[in-house]
């Protein structure tokens, strides 16, 4: 076998993919990845981007495919390489992200012998992987070829269609790795299908609700109107925000939307349900008996704890992708056809005049929340929660936010305003790890069409500072708003705090880093801001430069638990 047959099957492997819809590649170096790096990077359909460490890479690729919705291709070394790949794999997983996994590796007669850099890939990220294959290194024959496009198809369309998630193959790669000939344009057996077609077409089903699905919801709705929509997470249809906002509006029953699907806008929604819900009075008062779920469960605790606790409410959850969003078994039925098809046909046969009442009174009490968020806000000095209603009340419609998790994603759930022209809202939620989480945004910037900002924790900046190499190794343009409080605030919530330095040293793990200093390093800008002005000041000054800036903005964490008990206080109280 030359490599002359290995590269002519990787290039209609990679053409193949390109005739799929494939825009996207993520390389890291290695040897024994040669010709899978080579036949991507010269395929002229595929932007091939470059990541030295592949956590990063996996990651990035997270970020490109969630922006862009389309599968996106990742190709590593043999060995650790490899295995560097695990935690995104694992969130795309979870979060349901289409990619296509391609790592080298040694064939079977050079495993398990000591051989360099080989190590038990098989079935490497486990379930996290929706399909896995193995694939060989085989002479260029036209069956060979025409298995090798058929397998670019199924690889992309299974990644891609149903519950999208991980495919992962694994080539098994002979030396020579580099050809010592050109390789010929002609490819034995003809090439791909005639006008650009690829091999195996999957054209994508949406499913369509039956006319009881129809009949069933719409009487649940007339003989329950203490209705209630949930929207979480929810990044395939970027309809779907409006669909169901239009639907809550239609139906007037209260949209308890968190900012991951796009559904905080309308008349109907209720931003600050998390602080509503933290109050037992209010909570008792506003118990539903029709509840409507879509997307994954929201972060907030209180709504999920209230969601669980319900007895007599009917809990009806729409998951097309399979994925189970009911951890406390509260679900009676699963719809599994279109949420925005499904609705939309449903609010054509509500009652014209329903009772407006019940919906009145959560926006009366969204309202006072409001008011009494502000308030308290109002006078103190820059704080989490105000950073968080600041970016809600001030970037614009084309932004897309990337939230990292810990208390950035729950400030923003619980301090983001209602608004139609909200920016869009992305976050690592399927696993909720920290990790990633710059890379992750570096690829959105990669694929969204305007600015991208990125709201993260010192933790979480510090676990994928390396991330930050794609601000001049790619040229790509972030603003990194850096919430500084010396470690992991969100612990400072939790009874662990009292352990005294135990607490300290273990959980909330204080580093003193200055990331000044790690954005010199990287060549991105760097600024401090220590209240509002400075702030917005700050902002303007990074949204318009040429380059990646970290805008960091320090905050003391036990202040921050008594600022957040402080605000569910004073919403209480104006509700109560
Ligand atoms: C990979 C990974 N490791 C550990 C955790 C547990 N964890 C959750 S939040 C957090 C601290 C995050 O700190 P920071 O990013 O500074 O945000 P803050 O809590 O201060 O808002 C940690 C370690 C996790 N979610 N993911
Ligand atoms: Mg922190």
């Given at each position: 076998m030359s490599a002359t047959d290995s590269y002519l099957g990787l290039r209609a492997f990679a053409d193949e993919l390109a005739r799929c819809g494939l825009r996207e590649a993520c390389t890291s170096p290695g040897s024994r990845s040669t010709p899978l790096v080579l036949s991507l990077a010269r395929e002229p359909r595929i932007r091939a981007t470059s990541h030295l460490d592949e956590r990063c890479g996996a990651f990035f690729a997270l970020g490109l495919a969630k922006t862009s919705g389309r599968p996106v291709a990742l190709a590593c070394t043999s060995g650790t390489a490899a295995a560097n790949y695990a935690p995104a794999v694992i969130e795309a997983h979870e979060a349901r992200v289409p990619l296509l996994v391609l790592t080298a590796d040694r064939p079977p007669e050079l495993?398990?012998?000591?051989?360099?850099?080989?190590?038990?890939?098989?079935?490497?990220?486990g379930s996290a992987a929706k399909w896995y294959l193995e694939v060989d290194d085989r002479p260029a024959a036209p069956e060979r070829l025409r298995w090798l496009r058929q397998l670019a198809c199924r690889a992309f369309w299974t990644a891609l269609e149903g519950r999208p998630g991980p495919v992962h193959l694994n080539f098994a790669l002979r030396e020579p790795?580099?050809?010592?000939e050109p390789l010929p344009?002609?490819?034995?057996?003809?090439?791909?299908?005639?006008?650009?077609?690829?091999?195996l077409a999957r054209p994508a089903v949406r499913t369509e609700p039956g006319p009881r699905t129809i009949d069933a919801l719409a009487a649940d709705l007339a003989a329950r109107p203490r209705a209630v929509l949930i929207a979480g997470?929810?990044?395939?249809?970027?309809?779907l925000g409006a669909g169901l906002a239009e639907f809550a509006e239609r139906a007037a029953i209260p949209l308890l939307a968190e900012p991951l699907s796009g559904a905080r806008r309308g008349p109907a929604a209720i931003a600050h349900y998390d602080a509503l819900l933290r109050d037992d009075g209010f909570a008792g008062a506003h118990v539903p008996d029709l509840v409507l779920r879509v997307g994954d469960l929201p972060t907030s605790k209180p709504l999920r704890q209230w969601l669980h606790g319900m007895r007599s409410a009917v809990q009806v959850a729409f998951d097309p992708e399979n994925a189970w969003q009911d951890p406390a078994g509260a679900v009676a039925t699963i719809v599994g056809a279109d949420p925005r098809a499904t609705l939309t046909t449903v609010s054509g046969r509500l009652?014209?005049?329903?009772?407006?009442g019940w919906l009145d009174a959560w926006r009366r009490a969204d309202h006072a929340a409001a008011g009494a968020i502000a308030a308290t806000l109002e006078p103190a000095p820059l704080s989490e929660p105000k950073l968080a209603a600041e970016l809600g009340a001030r970037l614009a419609a084309a932004t897309t936010l990337v939230v990292a998790s810990s208390m950035p994603i729950r400030d923003v759930e619980t301090f983001f305003p209602v608004r139609d022209d909200a920016p869009r809202v992305l976050s690592n939620r399927g696993a909720n790890g920290i990790d990633g989480t710059v890379s992750t945004a570096f690829g959105t910037a990669a694929a969204a069409h305007g600015p991208v900002v990125l709201l993260i924790g010192d933790v979480a900046l510090a676990h994928d500072?390396?991330?930050?190499?794609?601000?001049t190794r790619l040229g790509l343009r972030l603003t990194i708003v850096l919430i500084d409080n010396d470690g992991g605030g969100i612990f400072n919530f939790l009874p662990v705090s009292r352990e005294g330095a135990d607490f300290e040293r273990h959980v909330a793990t204080p580093h003193g880093l200055d990331f000044a200093h790690a954005a010199a390093l990287y060549g991105c800008g760097y600024e401090r801001a220590a209240d509002v002005d400075g702030l917005r000041a700050a902002l303007d000054r990074a949204e318009a430069a040429e380059r990646t800036t970290i805008v960091a903005v320090r905050t003391d964490r036990e202040a921050n638990v008594a600022l957040h008990r402080e605000l569910w206080q004073a919403v209480a109280a104006a509700v109560g």
């Open positions: 495993r398990d012998l000591g051989a360099g850099q080989t190590v038990d890939q098989v079935k490497l990220y790795l580099v050809l010592d344009a002609e490819e034995p057996g003809g090439g791909g299908r005639e006008g650009g077609r690829p091999w997470r929810a990044e395939r249809d970027p309809m009652e014209p005049r329903r009772d407006r500072v390396g991330g930050l190499l794609a601000a």
